[in-house]
């Protein structure tokens, strides 16, 4: 049995190699053919395989482009409320407007918030971004403030907080809803006078930067209950942006899985492709985890798929 390499023919030699050939074309060569040959045969059979050749080049063409037409800074989406929040975005980043991004975890809250900086006049301005759940208050309090020499046991120098260190820029606040009380009010504060004044200190200082808070709480029924103030809510939205979830974007899932493999694959310097039944379960499945459920699982799966195609036991997804 011999191959061309390029156009992947097999010719057979001989009755036993007929199971080696379908494996062979089982596993992505073009077609076999059986001897004796006849050359009008194999001059058909090259140009079919010509054929495919550059239509598989057409098509990944093709994806790589209506990915860029998809694509709003790094943020992939064609379902039409990802469309509504790009042209939303386009129009307040020129803006200095406090922007209260909500959505599920996962669903891309602060990629949007990079986008929303990246579009705007300060871009070339630090983005600062702080976890408000991650942090025990009082010392939220400090590294949104900073404060001064000697405010508490240990603060042996002044130190700037991130809103200072963001100044002329913006400073996302990530998890909005688990901030405290007491600094909801100071956070209030600094948006009503863009002024702040840190622990320890006396002084007030002037701070112009753009905040962008998020949550993937629901923020209104944490007004009800008291936890979060109306205030700073309505200060903080400005311009609300409702992240949906991966289930209720329609083929972005396709779009974004196959962005992803792509990604993927090269980084593992290998060729792969979903299989039709592996895009069914992606279809199906409810992603409960958005988009970074969907980043890992594809990671996962390149890194397990034995074949030039992925099936659907390599992502490990329950298909329920
Ligand atoms: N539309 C998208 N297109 C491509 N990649 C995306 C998209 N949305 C999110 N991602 C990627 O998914 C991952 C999760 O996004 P991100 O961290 O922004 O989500 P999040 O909402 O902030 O999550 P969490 O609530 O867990 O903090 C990131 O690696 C991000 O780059
Ligand atoms: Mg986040």
């Not at 983005?127 to 405010?151: D, Q, Y």
């Amino acid at each position: 049995m011999k191959a061309a390499p390029d156009t992947k023919v097999i010719v057979l030699t001989g009755n036993g190699d007929r199971e080696n050939a379908i494996r062979a074309v089982q596993l992505g060569a073009f077609d076999y053919h059986q001897k004796p040959i006849q050359l009008n045969e194999l001059k058909g059979v090259l140009q079919r395989a010509e054929y495919r050749k550059t239509f598989e080049a057409d098509s990944e063409k093709s994806l790589r482009a209506s990915e860029t037409t998809t694509r709003f800074e790094d943020i992939l989406g064609n379902a039409p409320a990802m469309r509504e929040i790009f042209s939303v975005v386009t129009r307040v980043a020129k803006t200095d407007a406090t922007v209260l991004i909500q959505g599920e975890s996962g669903t891309g809250k602060e990629l949007l918030a990079r986008a929303i900086h990246s579009k705007g006049a300060q871009c070339n301005q630090p983005f600062v971004a702080i976890n408000c759940g991650a942090i025990p208050e009082t010392l939220l309090e400090s590294e949104l403030f900073g404060h001064e020499k000697g405010a508490y046991t240990g603060a042996h120098v002044q130190r700037k907080g991130k809103l200072e260190i963001a100044a002329g820029g913006t400073l996302f606040l990530d998890e909005i809803g688990e901030m405290s009380g007491p600094l909801q009010v100071k956070l209030l504060r600094f948006l009503q006078q863009r002024e702040i004044e840190r622990v320890g200190g006396r002084e007030l200082v002037r701070v112009d930067a753009r905040v962008i808070a998020a949550t993937n709480k629901d923020l209104k029924a944490e007004l009800q209950s008291g936890r979060f103030r109306e205030d700073l809510f309505y200060r903080l939205s400005v311009v609300n942006l409702k992240l949906p979830p991966l289930r209720e974007r329609g083929d972005d899932v396709v779009l974004i899985a196959n962005a992803f493999l792509r990604r993927s694959s090269q980084r593992h310097r290998r060729k792969l492709q979903f299989s039709a039944s592996a895009l069914e379960s992606i279809i199906h499945h409810p992603w409960p985890g958005n988009i970074r459920e969907l980043e890992n699982t594809v990671e996962r799966a390149v890194i397990m798929s034995k074949g030039k195609l992925i099936e659907p036991r390599d992502l490990g997804i329950d298909v329920g």
